[in-house]
């Protein structure tokens, strides 16, 4: 019994044992366990581990070791690793003494910590350092003082920028713009001043000389306006380019003021890069001046001043722009007029209904479509009365807008207009816009009924219009009227009438072009009826039964390769064993055996099992025969065979 126990013990120790967690190691003992790591001689693997463990649970108790290994080519980095996360001010005390002790990628090493520490007491330590004969090193230095972002840090770039030469300059002075930049957003305006103007005291190569202005612009810029305006007229377009790059960047008046007090001064393409700029910042204290701009001079500068101020979008510039919109200049009359189109407020709108009424045809034709572009609805009256205007590019004019702004509303006047137009353009605009409304109305039922009315008193120009018209209304009342005007006794309006019930959108024309087909009298009137009538078979939404019952009512009125190559399209959606009835004496027909054979295989890879397999199996035999000159369609027909042979 007393051995059973024993035995129950050590099972429940080792359970307990597999079970429970190890106890995990403290900071103190991980930290312990790394250091006598560092110390020992063990691979450098094992000693890189340590290093990644200390930066976790390093302290100031392991800088001493850690300092110690700066200068090991193998170790250094991850010695540094370990280091910078370390918050103890000994830390930048190793680094700093390092910096006198090292050189090459080492010292380059210990330079990005002491930035990445951000230690503002290295600064003096490092200017020796900004003139080394390593570039790495030189530069590195630079980029740290600049990070570092003291106004001391910034003295010892200065200072260094005294005397640099070739490539120094351009390190040094990246230096200087990353520590300006850093003063900056410590809000010390003054301390990253005084680091732009020393820099701009010096002949520096135009982008430095560039960054620094826009700096210096920053910090102050109510002072900055006069470094603002030379830039401008820069001869350097990296420096305009940078002026304009301020301008988007300070929203302040005085900007405003001196883009506009310089732009009369700059060349052209310096202007409208300006000019572009002013539309941007949307300051319309620039509208004067954009507005004057756009009266006189170079056609590119007017349109430009124009969009300019279009962008800026008052309202005060509607008058300019109308009576821009009559310049002999095309383009500024399109600029003009896009701008007013674009610019907000009701005080445009109550503009554009005013100008309505001018004298000038051409104008006014230009304030009607605007109307319509900008939705003016107080304008309908007015378009309404220019629809009987003498003009009839103003009475077209009227009707786009009129047709956009009434709506649906608008259908009976523009039915009576379409009806009692004679001039073939002017009926071309009255269907269109109905085309455009009809579809639109609530009521299309009503809206087709009204056509239907109008049919009969159209003039002989118009009714052709009317009935278009009506397929797009569509419904029975519109279907009803143009299957009676093919009885019209105007050929056009006959010609007409057949066509729109042909391209009718819906399968509800099927029976009348199917009489059609079979009792006119004129060959050609039977020949489009027929057309249209197997076109309804390859409609959307036309039911495979439907598409079998045109193409069995049509085969035998087909004599035509067109309509027979028409009634196998259509007959390739109904796939069924009347179907292929239908199209196996195709087959046998050179002009459409091709179109044939396709139809069959087309019908015979959709077939599912054991359905119309009879039929299907003679298709593909004759298939099988006619296709001999394509192997391909044999081969393929032969397998389809082969299935329906073991469905039985």
């Known amino acids: ?66 300092a110690g290994m700066l200068a090991d080519e193998k170790l250094s980095h991850y010695a540094r690793y370990a280091l910078e996360p370390i918050p103890d001010k000994s830390v930048d005390e190793a680094l700093r003494t390092a910096l006198d002790k090292l050189n090459g990628k080492l010292l380059t090493g210990v330079i990005s910590s002491i930035v990445a520490r951000r230690d503002a007491a290295a600064a003096d330590l490092l200017a020796k350092h900004l003139t080394s004969s390593d570039g790495d090193v030189a530069r590195t230095t630079a980029i740290t003082l600049g990070r570092i972002g003291t106004r001391a840090a910034g003295k010892t770039l200065l200072g260094a ?46 982008r430095f000389r560039a960054a620094a202005l826009r700096g210096a612009v920053l910090c102050d810029p109510a002072g900055g306006m006069k470094w603002l305006s030379s830039m401008v007229q820069d001869s350097d377009f990296s420096v305009f380019a940078m002026a304009l790059r301020i301008a988007a960047e300070v929203k302040a008046q005085q900007v405003t003021d001196v883009l506009v007090s310089e732009i009369g001064k700059l060349p052209t393409e310096r202007a409208v890069l300006v000019m572009k700029v002013l539309g941007q910042r949307g300051d319309k204290a620039a509208l004067p001046l954009l507005l004057d701009m756009a009266k006189k001079g170079e056609k590119n500068v007017r349109v430009e001043a124009i969009q300019a101020a279009a962008e800026i979008g008052n309202a005060s510039a509607v008058q300019v722009l109308m ?3 009559k310049d002999k200049e095309d383009a500024v009359q399109r600029a003009a007029a896009a701008a007013v189109a674009g610019l907000p407020g009701p005080e445009v709108d109550a503009a554009v209904v005013k100008a309505l009424d001018s004298p000038d045809p051409a104008l006014k034709i230009k304030m009607f479509d605007l109307a ?20 009839l590019n103003v009475r077209t004019a009227a ?33 269109r816009v109905l085309g455009t409304v009809c579809p639109l109305a609530g009521e299309k039922d009503a809206c087709a009924k009204r056509l239907a009315e109008a049919l009969p008193k ?27 005007a093919v009885n019209d006794a105007d050929k056009e309006v006959h010609a007409t009438a057949l066509r729109v019930l042909g391209e009718w959108p819906s399968a509800d024309a099927s029976p009348l072009l199917l009489e059609l087909a079979k009792s006119s009298s004129d060959g050609g009137d039977k020949l489009l009826a027929l057309r249209g009538y197997l ?10 039964a439907d598409k079998l019952a045109i193409g069995r009512q049509a085969a035998p009125l087909i004599q035509r390769e067109e309509e027979k190559r028409m009634l196998l399209g259509a007959l390739s959606g109904a796939a069924s064993a009347e179907a292929l009835d239908l199209i196996i004496p195709y087959l046998e027909d050179p002009a459409v055996k091709r179109e044939a054979v396709a139809t069959v295989m087309a019908i015979a890879e959709k077939r599912k099992p054991k359905q119309h397999a009879s039929v299907a199996q003679e298709a593909l035999e004759k298939v ?23 469905e039985k």
């Open 458 to 484: 159209a003039g002989p120009a118009a009714k052709p219009a009317v009935l278009r018209t009506l397929r797009v209304a569509g419904g029975p009342e519109a279907l009803k009227a143009v299957r009676g």
């Open 535 to 544: 076109g309804m078979a390859l409609l959307k939404n036309v039911a495979a």
């Open 1 to 66: 019994m007393r051995q059973k126990n024993l035995w129950f013990a050590v099972v429940l120790l080792w359970l307990t044992a597999s079970v429970l967690p190890l106890r995990a190691e403290t900071a103190d003992e991980v930290r312990a366990k790394a250091l006598a790591v560092l110390r020992s001689e063990a691979p450098l693997e094992q000693k890189w581990a340590a290093c990644r463990d200390l930066v976790r649970v390093g302290d100031k108790d392991c800088v001493p070791v850690l």
């Open 161 to 206: 920028l005294k005397d640099a030469k070739g490539d120094s300059i351009a390190r040094i002075c990246d230096g200087l713009l990353a520590c300006g930049t850093n003063l900056a957003a410590q809000d010390q305006q003054t301390a990253a001043k005084e680091i732009y103007d020393g820099m701009l005291a010096r002949e520096l190569p135009a």
């Open 323 to 325: 009576e821009l919109m």
């Open 372 to 391: 319509g572009q900008r939705r003016v609805a107080s304008a309908v009256p007015t378009l309404l009365k220019g629809m009987s205007d003498a003009d």
């Open 399 to 431: 009707a786009r807008s009129y047709g956009e702004l009434a709506g649906a509303a608008g259908i009976p006047v523009l039915i009576d207009k379409l009806t009692k137009s004679t001039d073939a353009r002017e009926v071309a605009i009255y269907e």
């Open 624 to 646: 099988v025969k006619v296709a001999a000159d394509d192997p391909a369609v044999v081969k393929r027909a032969q397998e389809l065979l082969k299935q329906i042979g073991n």
